[in-house]
């Protein structure tokens, strides 16, 4: 190998270009990360699971110390069924939270797709500078 | 006497580099749709449910006797239906988690394996 070879070498191995390429590595795949994630996410959205509580699951028996054992004495079918919906609207409240991980999901790819654009660009510029993405 | 060139470039190792991680990820993509398909084809068995052999505790017997045949039979279609279209979901979700993994990945790692033959091809000249 010429010296000048070697200087070309060392060129791009400055850790400027280190620091450029490895921007764009991790930007690049916090992009990819956020859309499948943003993907997955939409999907929790389309299509949540849908409540399910047995209504059985709404009365557990008491314990009565008179009876020294269980009691089995659920209170009517329209309580009963005032429980389930309150469990399952419960259930609700807690699916609304997808939005926000799919917005959370759609900022890691807002916040590095510029930053990757623009160090992408940079690593281009120095390139042609340099003169050399065809020599080494 | 061989010698071996061994090219360090920078911007081989960075091209390399995402055609491996993006390899990965298409790997756990392809994984993913194959685990939903093992899902699709063996049937699931609720066995905690409330009418699972697991569950001793309802007492689905005094349920019977309090609120009729036709109540408890009511009930467990309705679990039944719902859980089957929650599974027919989580499906649907799981199917097109391993295609999202596979659908943006590969593009990325396409792009980087020609830039990567390109490469090699202008040193080789």
Same mark, same amino acid.
Request: aromatic share 22%; charged share 30%; hydrophobic share 5%.
């Given at each position: 190998m010429t010296t000048g070879m070697w200087t070309i070498i060392a060129k791009a191995w400055s850790v400027k270009n280190l620091y450029y390429y490895l921007v764009c590595l991790v930007t690049l795949f916090m992009v990819v990360g956020g859309a499948i994630s943003s993907v997955n996410n939409a999907m929790q959205m389309i299509l949540p699971d849908k409540p399910n509580v047995p209504i059985f699951y709404t009365y557990y028996p008491d314990y009565r110390p008179e009876f020294e054992s269980q009691v089995f004495d659920p209170p009517p079918l329209e309580e009963l069924e005032a429980r389930r919906a309150e469990q399952e609207n419960m259930d609700d409240y807690y699916r609304g939270y997808s939005t926000r991980r799919l917005l959370n999901s759609m900022a890691f790819m807002i916040i590095a797709a510029p930053v990757y654009i623009y160090h992408w660009r940079r690593i281009g510029m120095t390139a042609e500078q340099r003169g050399d993405s065809d020599e080494n | 006497m061989i010698v071996m060139k061994i090219r360090w470039n920078l911007e081989h190792v960075y091209f390399y580099l995402v055609c491996f991680i993006a390899l990965i990820l298409i790997i756990i993509g392809a994984v993913n749709l194959t685990q939903t398909a093992i899902t699709f084809i063996t049937p699931g068995y %609720? $066995? $905690?449910?409330? $009418?699972?052999?697991?569950?001793?505790?309802? %007492?689905l017997d005094k349920w019977e006797e309090r609120f009729g045949a036709e109540f408890v039979a009511e009930e467990k279609e309705r679990y039944e239906t719902l859980l089957e279209e929650n599974h027919r979901r989580r499906l649907m979700r799981d199917l097109v988690s391993g295609l999202a993994f596979i659908s943006v990945a590969a593009p990325v790692y396409i792009y980087h394996w020609r830039r990567v033959a390109r490469l090699e091809s202008e040193q080789e000249s």
């Open positions: - | %609720d $066995y $905690y449910g409330p $009418y699972g052999p697991g569950e001793l505790t309802r %007492d």
